[in-house]
């Protein structure tokens, strides 16, 4: 394997790995929530399981929107 070889395998060994810990922190993220239902929580985990990078976004997108939070206020609470 050349040089650039390496480099592309170790980039897409990272990236994977940061989708791998940010759909493991949505999980628990998830069951955490007291605001959802079970049912809920199931949806979330599969979306998380089939489509792992968007299911995290939309779950950044969607959280402080279920507690009833706006974005700002959500940092300061979480800060």
Not at 9 to 30: E, P, Q, R, T, Y
Not at 55 to 76: E, H, N, T
């Amino acid at each position: 394997m050349e040089a650039w070889e390496w480099v592309l395998a170790s980039l897409a060994g990272l990236s994977a790995v940061f989708v791998m810990g940010a759909n493991i922190w949505a999980i628990f993220d998830v069951l955490r929530q007291d605001s959802l239902d079970q049912i809920a929580r199931i949806m979330w985990v599969l979306l998380f399981l089939v489509v792992p990078l968007f299911g995290v976004v939309v779950w950044v997108y969607a959280k402080p929107r279920l507690a009833g939070l706006s974005s700002g206020m959500r940092l300061r609470k979480t800060f």
